[in-house]
């Protein structure tokens, strides 16, 4: 039986929603699901569970009963096959030899070692290959990879809770709390999949934060946090005190200080012998700060970095006419407060836009409501 588009349609949705399940698991690798479909219906699946863990299309061939069931089946993968030996063996070579009749590829996998070559061995080897089913969603998907293999550069997601009249703190400059528990959940579940939370020394004054993933019931083996992320404070002026939170952990948790040449030499040094780790930037010019610090953690393979910080750091990095946003997806929580007041801050400061066609756009990702509390997804749109 030949598939038409919208079975393919069909089980390449399916596996894009395997794919998702190695989310905060696999980077800096993609997220890969596979589904193996044979005479209209599949007969086998899986994904890329964890980096270094076996690739979606052979989790997908080893699940089989028997490995002959293969032979001339579809098998859809949301990533192109890899053709070069990484961490496991490359995927085309095991598809290839499990005998598949057909593969269908939502997207080519820019990567340098594979960047078509896998599509090309599966082609030399006879298979009809089918690329760009549901390419959109398997981009979206894979955004953070995409940008970081394109770029050197992780994906920034920036997060802060707002009042429903869009205030981060109040005239006095209270904060804690605008959104309610599970809001607050949701957020730890995000700092236990992302590869760093990085804040200005505003927030680390203000609010002494731990900056860790606290989640609710972490003994679970399902709630365990996927990875630890770094704790990563912009220093331009300031240092963390010896006796915050952030230092006094930084020998359990780890904790890095992006430092301008304006920051106190010996002072760092004492912070660095007690656990942090110092990064030393050559610039104290805001933007410029911003951009050395997202370089650097590029450089350290990261593929996600959370942006807990307030309105400076996050103007900052919002740029303005000269200089593009450098955030590429935004969490704002809007709990049900009202907190008014003239001089009570919004979530974004730095120099803004004069002109509404110069502010950056957003496209709305997706809504969600956590009691009084909605939390709003949007990505910038680059288009
Ligand atoms: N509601 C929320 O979601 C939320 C989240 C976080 C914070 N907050 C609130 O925000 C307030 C703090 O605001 P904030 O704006 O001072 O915090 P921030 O953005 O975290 O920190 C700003 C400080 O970071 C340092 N910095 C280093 N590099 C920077 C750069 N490239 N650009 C900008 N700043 C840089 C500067 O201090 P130095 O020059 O001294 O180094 C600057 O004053 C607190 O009330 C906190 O509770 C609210």
Redesign the pocket.
């Known amino acids: 039986m030949v598939e038409t588009y919208d079975q393919d349609e069909h089980w390449m949705s399916l596996a894009l929603q395997l794919a998702a399940g190695g989310r905060g698991r696999v980077e800096p690798n993609p997220m890969v699901g596979c589904v193996l479909t044979k005479n209209g219906s599949g007969i086998a699946s899986g994904y890329h569970r964890e980096f270094g863990g076996r690739h979606a299309e052979v989790e997908a061939l080893l699940s089989m009963v028997s490995p002959l069931d293969a032979k001339g089946a579809t098998a859809y993968v949301t990533l192109e096959p890899c053709c070069h030996h990484g961490k496991t063996p490359p995927c085309s070579d095991a598809l290839i030899r499990a005998g598949v009749a057909r593969v269908v590829v939502a997207m080519r996998d820019p990567y340098p070692q594979v960047d078509g070559g896998g599509i090309r061995q599966l082609q030399d080897a006879g298979i009809d290959v089918t690329v760009g089913v549901l390419q959109h969603d398997a981009q979206a998907l894979n955004a953070p990879y995409l940008k970081r293999v394109s770029t050197g550069v992780p994906w920034v997601i920036a997060?802060?809770?707002?009042t429903a009249d869009g205030r981060?703190?109040t005239v006095a400059?209270?904060?804690?709390w605008?959104s309610g528990t599970a809001s607050r959940q949701q957020v730890h579940q995000l700092r236990a999949r992302v590869d760093a939370i990085v804040?200005?020394?505003?927030?680390?004054?203000?609010?002494d934060p731990m900056l860790n993933a606290r989640l609710a019931d972490s003994e679970s083996e399902e709630v365990r946090p996927a990875r630890v992320a770094k704790r990563v404070v912009?220093?331009?002026?300031?240092?963390p005190a010896a006796d915050s939170k952030l230092i006094l952990t930084a020998s359990d948790l780890p904790t890095w200080l992006?430092a301008?040449p304006?920051?106190d030499a010996a002072e760092l040094r004492r912070l660095e012998e007690r656990g942090a780790v110092v990064f030393e930037l050559t610039t104290d010019?805001?933007?410029e700060?911003?951009r050395q610090?997202l370089q650097r953690l590029g450089e350290h393979s990261m593929t996600n970095v959370m942006v807990?910080?307030?309105?400076?750091?996050?103007?900052?990095?919002m740029g303005d006419q000269q200089h593009p946003c450098l955030i590429d997806e935004f969490h704002v929580?809007v709990g049900g407060l009202l907190f008014g007041g003239k001089s009570a801050?919004g979530?974004v400061?730095g120099s803004g836009v004069g002109a509404i066609e110069l502010a950056p756009k957003l496209k709305l990702h997706r809504v969600d409501q956590f009691d009084d509390d909605v939390r709003m997804i949007y990505r910038l749109n680059r288009s």
Do not use: F, H
């Open positions: 997060k802060w809770a707002m981060i703190a400059g209270q904060s804690q605008i804040v200005g020394m505003g927030t680390v004054v203000a609010d912009l220093c331009r002026q300031r240092l992006m301008s304006l920051v010019d805001r933007r700060m911003v610090s807990e910080a307030g309105p400076e750091l996050l103007g900052s990095l929580y801050p979530p400061a």
